[in-house]
Structures are given as structure tokens and as C-alpha cells.
């Protein structure tokens, strides 16, 4: 418990704002295709995300990619990529789409 408050302070040091994502054991919940993945959200947006994964759907969803990634160009910006993971994701959704 003590690494992670550590770890939480520098993070909040460097102007970020930490959370506790929950145990290894949970962090599936931040994977590739998770609604948490690549989204830059701010600290209650990620817990509402985190919290909207279900688990064995990333790996449906990571798919998809390869032609979500075509669709951005050869050279997507990180903004493109976040906004392309916020829709393929969304937490706002009840629905999965798959």
C-alpha cells in the first residue's frame, strides 16, 4: 500500500491526477479496448470507466483495430486516437458494441 501512495504522489507531482485503479488482479480493466484504455479522462471519468469494463470483451473489440487504425491515416495524432477509443469505448454507452 505504501508503493502506491508513493507512486500516487509523484504522479500528482508531475500534474496528473492519480487514482487507484484497483488490485493486479483488476487491472484487466484498463487493458487494450477497455473503456479506461487510451481515452485521457479526467479522475471520475476513469473510475466510470473503469468500472464499465466487462470482462472477455476487449479481446472482441481489439479486432477491430487494425481497421479503426486504417481509417485514421498513416499518421493519427494522439488526439485522433484518443477520440477513436472514446467512441469504440464509450462509457456513456449501456450497449457493447462488438
Given at each position: ?77 494522439h488526439q485522433d486516437v484518443v477520440a477513436m477509443n472514446r467512441k469504440l ?10
Amino acid at each position: 500500500m505504501r508503493s502506491k501512495q508513493s507512486a500516487m504522489k509523484l504522479v500528482n507531482q508531475t500534474g496528473f491526477d492519480p487514482m487507484d485503479a484497483g488490485s493486479l488482479e483488476e487491472s484487466w480493466r484498463q487493458q487494450p479496448s477497455t473503456p479506461a484504455y487510451c481515452c485521457d479522462y479526467d479522475a471520475d471519468t476513469m473510475r466510470k470507466a473503469l468500472a464499465a469494463a466487462i470482462k472477455g470483451i476487449a479481446p472482441k473489440k481489439r479486432d477491430q483495430m487494425p481497421k479503426l487504425f486504417a481509417e485514421l491515416g498513416p499518421k493519427p495524432s494522439h488526439q485522433d486516437v484518443v477520440a477513436m477509443n472514446r467512441k469504440l469505448n464509450s462509457v456513456a454507452r449501456k450497449d457493447v458494441a462488438l
